[in-house]
């Protein structure tokens, strides 16, 4: 396939609306992203802990099963018949010694090879398969597959670089950490946002807008661009963390700072319970907020005492789903446990700091679809060479996702920033 | 839920217990949300649930409030604070099932689905579920100890700002 983006300038400071549009290009991120040389969050090991336990993922927009087997190896095959492609697996989750096709009983065992053909020998001594079919040859596409702390991670390029030196040291710090001692899966949250799916990293990588679009933040201390934050990236800058300190500024000085900038207009709205906003500390880094994006599908947060994995699933060109797996740990106190279920109304689609997430993706996705020719602005945090600020005025880390995604597309500019 | 002599609540109970149901989606409907919000009780939870979470034993909600205060907190930051779809709801209530009776608590389930319509006039299935309520009758009316909306369209269309 030949697809060519005009990138206006070499440092990504200006993005074309057309990549968010094309559907040429939605195609080859199918191939060079999600089944190219990326590992792509799978699901937590905690959410199949069993021997045939079983859940379905998705890598871009293929489905995917992932399992664990009697030996309590996790494997990961394409959820798609090797006989007339029909799904086969098609409960989101269970336990089974197998997976049968409900279309002609075709039979695959957990590691996705196929152990069954009905009458391949024919009835009767009539039909049936030709001598020549060889079932080793139709087993189903395998994923290779690795755990990072209980999180899996998938690939389809089974030449791919280890997980850990993929996610580089940053990541294996921060993730790492959040990932330290066992978990304990508390729930789910989705949404469906009808938005190109670039637009979600591009946003978690967007220091700037997390108080500016959330005023929630702004008004309890949880981000503010006048408190100590950052925005860093690994050496390739594909993955990202944002953090900040709540609390290395005062009310007053963020009130002044917002109202000179002309967004804060009222005076800070008060609430009955501030439970909510409490944070119990239990990051050695203190960092109060970190929102982490590792390339190409996958998210991590600790925001305030919610800790979560997101992972991003295409669905076509304008739309992609985003779960949020909700942890604790096991050794979560009961009141801790409960701490966590309250501020997880702080998060997913209905959370007081994220619902505006959404809104703000179909916005532009709606308006820059009828302006292809224009381009997106990226300079806050400055132009040129991509590297890390130690500010949320920044936006650095949004050209550091282009930059990456670019060389793995095959469409960077001559002479592109990296 | 295990569903015991409905048949022998009282006709009154009855009208009072619908009336509060489908007083509630009106006033959603026409965002008199602090009216509603003053339909629980002090200690009125309203629980916004998944429907995979219900069935999974998990407990995150999308909304989750365990006294009024914390739900009349919800609301100020809906209207100070969070941005979001402009649009107008329409919830298209099923008759409610009488599955209990407690005391003067009633408990009963009643089907919901929410049609949310664009400001340029456009309609669109939102959301589909049951309110699984618990509602205290007295002499003074009926009022909600609990309200528990578990949702089948959990895969949620964007976001959810205003209450289900």
């Known amino acids: 396939m030949r697809v060519s983006v005009n990138w206006p300038t070499t440092d990504y400071s200006r993005v074309p609306y057309s990549i968010y549009h094309d559907p040429e290009i939605y195609a080859l991120e199918q191939e060079r992203i999600f089944k190219g040389k990326a590992w792509n969050i799978l699901c937590l090991e905690a959410e199949i802990p069993n021997p045939g336990d079983f859940q379905i993922c998705h890598v871009g927009d293929t489905p995917v099963v992932v399992n664990r087997d009697e030996d309590g190896k996790v494997y990961a095959f394409v959820n798609r018949c090797a006989h007339r492609g029909a799904e086969i697996v098609r409960e989101p989750r269970g336990n089974g010694t197998d997976h049968t096709c409900i279309y002609h009983a075709w039979c695959y065992s957990r590691k996705g090879e196929l152990t069954g053909v009905p009458f391949r020998r024919g009835a009767n001594g009539k039909g049936g398969m030709p001598a020549s079919f060889e079932p080793k040859q139709h087993n189903l596409q395998t994923l290779k597959v690795e755990s990072f702390k209980g999180c899996l991670f998938g690939s389809f390029d089974h030449d791919i670089e280890p997980l850990e030196e993929y996610l580089g040291p940053l990541m294996v710090d921060h993730v790492g950490g959040l990932l330290d001692k066992p978990i304990k899966i508390l729930g789910y949250q989705r949404q469906r946002i009808k938005a190109n799916w670039k637009l979600y990293p591009e946003n978690i990588k967007d220091a700037y807008h997390g108080s500016l679009l959330h005023e929630f933040n702004r008004t309890f201390g949880l981000s503010r661009l006048t408190q100590v934050a950052g925005g860093y990236m690994d050496e390739k800058h594909r993955h990202s963390i944002l953090f900040q300190f709540s609390g290395s500024d005062s009310d007053e000085v963020a009130l002044r700072a917002y109202r000179e900038a002309g967004v804060q207009r009222g005076e800070l709205m008060k609430l009955n319970d501030y439970d909510m906003v409490r944070i119990i500390p239990e990051n050695d880094k203190g960092m109060s907020t970190r929102v982490i994006n590792l390339f190409p599908n996958g998210f991590f947060h600790q925001i305030a005492n919610t800790l979560a994995m997101r992972k991003l699933r295409t669905l076509g060109v304008d739309e992609f789903e985003l779960t949020w797996t909700l942890f604790g740990y096991e050794d979560d106190t009961p009141e801790m446990t409960e701490h966590r279920l309250n501020q997880a109304n702080m998060v997913g689609p209905a959370g007081l700091i994220s619902m505006e997430d959404g809104e703000a993706l179909e916005l532009v996705h709606r308006t820059t679809k009828t302006a292809q020719n224009e381009y997106a602005v990226i300079e806050m945090g400055g132009v040129g060479p991509i590297g890390d600020r130690d500010t949320r005025v920044n936006e650095v880390t949004v050209r550091g996702f282009w930059a990456y995604y670019s060389q793995l597309m095959g469409i960077a500019p001559e002479g592109a920033e990296q | ?164």
Request: hydrophobic share 45%; aromatic share 8%.
């Open chain 2, 1 to 164: 839920m295990e569903r015991t002599a409905a048949m022998t609540f009282p006709i009154e109970t009855r009208l009072l217990v619908e009336d509060l149901i489908t007083r509630s989606a009106m006033l959603i409907d026409s965002d008199a949300l602090e009216e509603w919000v003053a339909s629980f009780e002090e200690t009125g939870r309203y629980i916004v649930l998944p429907r995979e979470n219900r069935d999974l034993g998990y407990a995150i909600a999308l909304i989750k409030c365990e006294k009024r205060a914390i739900l009349e907190d919800r609301l100020t930051v809906l209207r100070a604070a969070s941005k979001f779809n402009p649009h107008v709801d329409r919830h298209i209530l099923s008759r409610p099932c009488y599955m209990g009776i407690e005391g003067d608590i009633v408990s009963v389930q009643t089907n919901f689905t929410i049609v949310q319509s664009s400001l340029d006039g456009v309609s669109k299935l939102f959301c589909a579920g049951v309110y699984e309520d618990r509602i205290r009758v007295s002499g003074d009316g009926a009022t909600f100890v609990e309200r528990v909306a578990v949702i089948d369209t959990f895969s949620v269309p964007n976001l959810i700002a205003t209450p289900i």
